[in-house]
């Protein structure tokens, strides 16, 4: 299993990003796709995700109305929209996958909102 991310960067307030989530070594379609995000001195938590399945979604209440997560079968990508950003969106945002017991975790891709 292999979870690359890119996307990240640099962003003023109130600008937009849009991150990618590249999956291989697993059947993409069956498996519910996470988004992460890790401030520095702060746990890792929660941002969106998409189940497999029908494509529902969920979200952090400090991101809904302004993050969109999608999935593309036919790339084995998971996409993060991020619009109207502020800076306390500045983390590492990470995309998981759970597979039986194990989760299996991209290497995160940097995303800092600042003036």
């Known amino acids: 299993v292999q979870l690359v991310e890119s996307g990240g960067g640099l962003v003023q307030p109130g600008g937009s990003l849009r991150l990618s989530c590249a999956a291989s070594g697993f059947t993409f379609s069956s498996y519910a796709m996470s988004w992460y995000r890790q401030a520095p001195g702060k746990e890792r938590e929660v941002v969106a995700v998409?189940?497999?399945?029908?494509?529902?979604?969920v979200y952090a209440d400090s991101v809904k109305g302004r993050f969109t997560i999608s999935r593309d079968s036919a790339k084995n990508t998971v996409y993060l929209q991020m619009n109207a950003l502020k800076p306390e969106d500045t983390a590492v945002y990470y995309c998981?996958?759970?597979?039986?017991?194990?989760?299996?975790w991209g290497q995160g891709t940097q995303v800092t909102v600042s003036s």
């Open positions: 998409i189940t497999g399945v029908g494509g529902r979604t």
């Open positions: 998981k996958v759970v597979i039986g017991l194990t989760s299996y």
